[in-house]
T-cell receptor, first 116, second 117 residues
Framework: DGGITQSPKYLFRKEGQNVTLSCEQN?????MYWYRQDPGQGLRLIYY???????QKGDIAEGYSVSREKKESFPLTVTSAQKNPTAFYLC???????????????FGEGSWLTVV | AQKVTQAQTEISVVEKEDVTLDCVYE???????LFWYKQPPSGELVFLIR??????QNEISGRYSWNFQKSTSSFNFTITASQVVDSAVYFC??????????????FGAGTRLFVKA
């Protein structure tokens, strides 16, 4: 089945450690996104990529890094510089947005990150 | 300015009641898209509907219906005869061109719906 796979579902991080969340999609979408969701709050955009080897900062990129070496993959690294990383992280993808069409964003199942 | 407001933080209804979730948006663009997503307790956001700004026709899909009114910048979502399985957080979203030259999507804060048996 086509979809977006995130792993791990649950992750615990010690203070000062970097962790990487995996995101893979087989929908043949050009664009991929990472969102952060805090309890009881909406979604905030961390990074997005419209094409391989290119990505842009979203609204809350500080303390995070990404790479886009393959169309199917868009891993997110939460670095030790992120002061409050405990949250729910959602990966998403869409057809590439053009100047005349905003495309539907589809989401993975999310990853829970907890700092211990 | 691009903004989505879901004023209802939580709604609680009894099964079989009808319930309407409000969504008000702001955009300077004439071409834009509106979306609704459902987030059940499992966490994944499930896409429900996408409308473009040139199509104000209301849409019905089973127990779900959507009322798009450009005059009031609203895109409200109604669930008829609610069921316990409808319990979830519902997000409204807006996609427009903004300043970057490409479409950008923002989400409202969400409305948590509790449907009690």
């Amino acid at each position: 089945d086509g979809g977006i796979t995130q792993s791990p579902k649950y992750l615990f991080r010690k203070e000062g450690q970097n962790v990487t969340l995996s995101c893979e999609q087989n929908l043949n979408h050009d664009a991929m996104y990472w969102y952060r969701q805090d309890p009881g709050q909406g979604l905030r955009l961390i990074y997005y990529s419209q094409i391989v080897n290119d990505f842009q900062k979203g609204d809350i990129a500080e303390g995070y890094s990404v790479s886009r070496e393959k169309k199917e993959s868009f891993p997110l690294t939460v670095t030790s510089a992120q002061k409050n990383p405990t949250a729910f992280y959602l990966c998403a993808s869409s057809k590439r947005d053009g100047a005349v069409s905003g495309n539907t964003i589809y989401f993975g199942e999310g990853s829970w990150l907890t700092v211990v | 300015a691009q903004k989505v407001t879901q004023a209802q933080t939580e709604i609680s209804v009894v099964e079989k009641e009808d319930v309407t979730l409000d969504c008000v948006y702001e955009t300077r663009d004439t071409t834009y898209y509106l979306f609704w997503y459902k987030q059940p307790p499992s966490g994944e956001l499930v896409f429900l509907i996408r409308r473009n700004s040139f199509d104000e026709q209301n849409e019905i899909s089973g127990r779900y219906s959507w009322n798009f009114q450009k005059s009031t910048s609203s895109f409200n979502f109604t669930i008829t005869a609610s069921q316990v399985v409808d319990s979830a957080v519902y997000f409204c979203a807006l996609s427009d061109l903004g300043k970057t030259g490409g479409f950008k999507t923002i989400f409202g804060a969400g409305t948590r719906l509790f449907v009690k048996a």
